[in-house]
């Protein structure tokens, strides 16, 4: 492991004993989320993956390291508007070198976490290819070739459900349904995709785990958690958000990193708050399964 790279005492301390961890990413709190639903975010994820009975590891770039697992304290830094700088895989090394505060993606945290043998991670929805651009998210690519299970609620709903599913097959990522046959879409509960594969309970996720780990598979395996049922928005007011949300983006020239955080923030406001209220019922939702996920693997 590299001397740039370390888990927190409390994570170390649990990795050395076998108990379960869960990894997050910081990109959520830093650009994500508006204060102070970030820092009210960060507190009941923390909180979910608690009372599972597993260590929360939240990840980022602070004081030219990269550290997997976060005070309270350093963690509340992200909450900041401006403070920190998006971090995906590819930007670790800049970060690092420059001394920046770096708000970790799903990209590089799920690398961060399984170099340091956190094997369980989680998010919101995950990056994918997106419809008029055909830009296409570093998350994908990194799930290829990192061996961690991420729970998440399926592709965010800014980006093509269909072409993002079919890169992911293409990739050789399992996605695996929690409770359901069709691909959730964020704060949408379900496409038309149909899953080939499901689970029911955390067991049955923890025993592909283990065989992702005895197999030395490469990829990750992306277990996907619909949006609580009560806070699940209408398919079709929501793609209608996007699209305009979309013209709003070409119009400002919106580009790169700031396409995702424009994009949500947006679909927010033209919600009436609706979309935020998912995201926020989904990701505790989403911390809570990982935790129980990380302690079926771990005591089994």
């Known amino acids: ?127 994918g290819v997106h419809t008029r651009s055909g830009d296409v998210s570093a998350d994908l690519l990194e799930l290829s070739r990192t061996s961690v299970l991420l729970v998440c609620s399926g592709p965010k709903s800014i980006v093509d459900p269909i072409a993002t599913a079919e890169r992911l097959d293409e990739l050789g990522i399992a996605t695996v349904g929690y409770r359901t046959d069709l691909l959730p879409f964020f704060v949408v509960a379900a496409t038309g995709v149909e899953l080939d594969q499901r689970v029911d309970d955390a067991a049955a996720a923890a025993r592909l785990v283990r065989a992702q780990e005895s197999l030395r598979s490469a990829a990750a395996i992306l277990l996907c958690n619909p949006v609580p049922a009560a806070f699940a928005l209408d398919a079709a007011e929501v793609a209608n958000a996007v699209r305009a949300c979309e013209d709003d983006a070409e119009r400002d020239r919106i580009r790169g990193k700031a396409v995702t955080p424009f994009l949500l923030s947006c679909v927010a406001a033209r919600t009436d708050g609706s979309s935020l209220e998912a995201n926020l019922a989904l990701l505790e939702s989403n911390a809570r399964l990982a935790g129980e996920v990380a302690v079926a693997a771990a005591t089994a």
Not at 50 to 62: E, I, K, L, M
Not at 69 to 92: C, H, M, N, Y
């Open 1 to 127: 492991m590299s001397e740039l790279l370390l888990p927190s005492e409390e994570v170390g301390d649990a990795l050395a004993s076998g108990r379960a961890v869960v990894a997050l990413e910081t990109s959520v709190i830093g650009q994500g989320l508006p204060p102070p639903r970030n820092i009210e975010c960060a507190q009941r994820m923390t909180a979910a993956i608690r009372a599972s009975g597993a260590t929360p590891a939240w990840t980022a770039v602070v004081e030219s390291e990269v550290r997997v697992g976060l005070t309270d304290r350093q963690l509340e830094a992200f909450a900041d508007p401006g403070r920190s700088s998006k971090v995906a895989r590819r930007d670790i090394a800049f970060a690092v070198a420059n001394g920046l505060l770096g708000a970790t993606t799903v990209s590089a945290t799920i690398w961060a976490a399984s170099e340091v043998g956190v094997r369980i991670c989680v998010t919101g929805g995950i990056g």
